[in-house]
């Protein structure tokens, strides 16, 4: 069964759309410069030195991590995927990447968090094969954070939030994305 059949060509027309509009969907936030203009007596010759610019223009500053224009719940199926692939994705990549470019840099995709079968199980979430997150405040939790590490923190603080805000979902938890350890 193929629920999906668009989507090979949606896709391309959103890498299209992205490599064509350059950002042109910036907040704005993005507006604002830093360049910092007090008057320290140095005259305006600020771009003799290399300017701290954190921004690369990536997909958290383009698209901004807030939530969807349509609540989720309200999404059809195709109204889904297109969110998936136009924010949700393009937004976590990068996030993954920042935080482990060795594990995360290359290779990200829908199978990434919906797992290998995800056609075959309409995307349903969680993945059955994903890593199974204890109870937390139960020892197996701490020996996870003994293992895991900064993964865990970065889960907990950064991936975690971010899919709530990006769905519009307040409570949202690891078992969204992980199936619960016996
Ligand atoms: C960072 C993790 C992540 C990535 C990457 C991701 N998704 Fe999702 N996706 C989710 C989560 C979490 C849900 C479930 C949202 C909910 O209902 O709480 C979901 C839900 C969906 C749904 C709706 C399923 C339903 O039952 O209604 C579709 C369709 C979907 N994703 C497609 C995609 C596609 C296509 C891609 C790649 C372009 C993708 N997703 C990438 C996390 C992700
Ligand atoms: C939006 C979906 C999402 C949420 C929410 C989420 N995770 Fe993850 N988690 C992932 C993805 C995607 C991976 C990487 C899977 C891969 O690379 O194969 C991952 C990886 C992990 C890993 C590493 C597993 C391994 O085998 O290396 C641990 C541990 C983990 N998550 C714990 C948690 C915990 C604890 C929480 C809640 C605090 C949480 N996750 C919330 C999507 C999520």
Known sequence: MMPYPFRASLFAALLLALASC????????????????????WGDDWDDEDPEVESHHGAVESLGISGPDQPWDDMNAEEREWYMI??????????????????????????????DDMQAREYAMPPTASYRVPEP??????????????????????????????????????????????
């Open 86 to 115: 136009g924010k949700v994705l393009p937004i976590m990549k990068e996030l993954f990447a920042e935080h482990d470019a060795d594990r995360w840099g290359s290779g990200y995709g829908c199978e990434t968090c919906h797992g």
């Open 137 to 182: 405040g139960s020892a197996a939790w701490t020996s996870m954070e003994g293992i895991f590490g900064e993964t865990v923190t970065f889960m907990a603080e950064t991936v975690t939030p971010t899919m709530g805000t990006l769905l519009g979902e307040e409570e949202y938890t690891c078992f969204h994305c992980h199936p619960r350890a016996e």
């Open 22 to 41: 350059g950002g042109g969907d910036t907040t704005a936030e993005g507006d604002e410069l830093s360049e910092g203009g007090e008057d320290d007596g």
